[in-house]
């Protein structure tokens, strides 16, 4: 339905993630959020979308510059201005801070949560917020909340919807970002509020909130990690990879740095302990202590098998260490390293030790990043094993650790703006 058609109600959960389209069809981002400003005893106008235009990019789309809401499209004038977009003072992003919101009923009926909003069109390119669909908060008989009835109301029927709630929870949003990859969550969460950031790395289930605080810079990660509950901030560092995990408590006040170490399980303590003691820049600081290990006898379909975990980074799952017993790091001697792509080609029952390529050394720990680099790149490697004097593996060291190593500590804040200026100035020098 055209935008010139007055009375068109659009709910805005599922316009999130609809295709945005200029005028000959091209899709040139999708919709992320929708922008609204707020006027005492008026009401709240629509004034644009966030769009998403590729991988951590999001610019603003003034509704000037929007002909048509379809079902599955909005359609543009072809004018996208790529700028990042930056959210000012005045205005509120619907889903991102209007949705989980606790309200109270002008009618005395208590409170409800906002769990989706309607934008209605009164003139051609004029939108308002006009609806909220809220669920009723029903207290049980010790005092628990719990889910009420759903109904429809007009913004007007409920007073809150801008006070920010500390407790307010996330769980509308969260559906919403079910399909994200993690560094595309964590650039959300980036963009929030402090309050939402938190309200939404607790409503994340543990192992969801490990990748994306890996995924985070270093200050959102230990503002969220030192909001959360000890125990809970525990849980999420025994899953998260031993190096990433190592990397954040690192950046914590020591006191506090302790007390989650001695929350954590053992196992998982310790590995972050040894990597605290490495230098930094080093091979030892980069590695992670949980590469795939295997022994000699094993065969190409346990190989296989390892690498098909859910859980293991994709780089990590080019190549197996082949070790002597001890299998966990520190292990017994370290032998060489099976290619996945060599493990394909050989029947499934082949032992790994017959196919094992001893040619590529390890290197210690105190090796220097720019010689790990410089292996990585002079071999076609996303691992590199790390030994100590003995040959004990003691992890392996990843490509995009190496990257994000290298990269300025703000590489995550990048626009495409600003990185293509990098690679001119890279290219002239």
């Known amino acids: 339905m055209n935008v010139g058609t007055s009375g068109r109600r659009v709910f805005i959960a599922r316009l999130a993630g609809t295709g945005v389209f200029d005028p000959l069809g091209e899709k040139v981002g999708k919709i992320h959020d929708v922008v609204a400003t707020f006027r005492p005893g008026a009401a709240a106008n629509v004034i644009g979308f966030v769009v ?23 359609i543009t004038t072809g004018l996208l201005n790529m700028r990042r977009f930056t959210q000012r003072p005045l205005e509120t992003l619907v889903l991102s801070q209007l949705f ?21 069109q009164r003139r051609p390119r004029d939108w308002v917020l006009s609806k909220l669909h809220v669920q009723r908060v029903r207290l049980s008989s010790l005092g628990f909340q719990r889910k009420g009835e759903t109904l429809t109301v007009d913004v007007s029927a409920v007073s809150g919807l801008l006070t920010v709630d500390v407790t307010q929870g996330a ?71 031993p190096d990433d995990a190592a990397d954040l408590v690192g950046e914590l006040p020591v006191e506090q740095a302790q007390s989650l170490l001695a929350l954590m399980e053992p196992e998982e303590a ?19 202590t949980e590469p795939v290990i295997l022994g000699p006898d094993d065969t190409v379909a346990q190989m296989l098998a390892a690498v098909r975990r859910e859980d293991l980074p994709a780089s990590l799952a080019t190549i197996a260490c082949i070790v002597r017993p001890p299998m966990e790091t520190p292990t017994g001697r ?50 590199l094993p790390v030994t100590d004097e003995d040959g004990h593996l003691l992890g392996a060291v990843s490509v995009d650790d190496v990257l994000d190593e290298l990269l300025p500590e703000d590489w995550r804040d990048y626009d495409d703006e600003v990185t293509d200026r990098l690679m001119a100035r890279s290219i002239d020098g």
């Open 52 to 74: 998403e235009v590729g991988p951590r990019r999001r610019v603003f789309l003034p509704l000037g510059r929007v002909t048509a809401i379809k079902s599955g499209a909005v």
């Open 171 to 241: 769980s509308t949003l969260i559906l919403q970002t079910e399909a994200m990859k993690p560094a595309d969550l964590a650039d959300l969460i980036h963009d929030l509020p402090e309050d939402r950031q938190l309200a939404v790395a607790k409503a994340l289930p543990d192992d969801r909130l490990a990748d994306v605080l890996e995924e985070l810079g270093d200050d959102d990660r230990v503002s969220i990690v030192s909001r959360l509950d000890a125990t809970r901030a525990a849980d999420v560092l025994d899953v998260m990879q």
């Open 334 to 383: 370290y032998l060489g390293m099976v290619h996945i792509q060599r493990a394909l080609r050989e029947p499934p029952q082949t032992q790994l030790g017959t196919i094992v390529d001893s040619d590529i050394e390890a290197v210690p720990p105190s090796v220097h990043v720019a010689t790990v680099t410089r292996l990585l790149a002079t071999y076609n490697l996303t691992v």
């Open 270 to 288: 310790e590995d972050v302990r040894r990597l605290l003691t490495y230098e930094k820049s080093t091979a030892g600081a980069l590695m992670t």
């Open 100 to 120: 989980d919101r606790v309200v109270t009923m002008n009618d005395g009926s208590g409170e409800a949560t906002v769990i989706d909003v309607a934008m209605e």
